[in-house]
């Protein structure tokens, strides 16, 4: 089984709320990993995702720690399709 991580950089422009995260989360940019696996037996390559992970600051850390939450891609989707919604009508 091979497994592929891909690491993206997504931008909020208003703060934001995911199920799984502790409240609201302020407006910036944050990491994502995802991680696919690739689909054997097929007579090309496919991969489909096995999870996704979000990483935000550490809230009570004296030092630049991260914490890393589960969360759906389809959430995180809506999400950021709110958010450029918001930030269009504001504008």
């Known amino acids: 089984m091979t497994i592929r991580t891909t690491r ?4 909020f422009a208003n703060p934001f709320v995911l199920q799984g995260l502790e409240g609201a989360q302020p407006a910036g940019e944050y990491v994502v990993l995802t991680d696919d696996e690739q689909i054997e037996g097929l007579s090309r390559v496919a991969y ?3 999870a996704t992970l979000f990483q935000t600051p550490a809230r ?4 630049l720690l991260i914490q890393s939450y589960a969360i759906s891609q389809t959430e995180l989707d809506a ?9 269009v ?3």
């Open 8 to 11: 993206t950089t997504v931008s």
């Open 48 to 50: 489909r995702r096995v």
């Open 60 to 63: 009570s850390a004296s030092q």
């Open 79 to 87: 999400a950021l399709m709110k958010d450029r919604h918001q930030t």
């Open 89 to 91: 009508v504001r504008h």
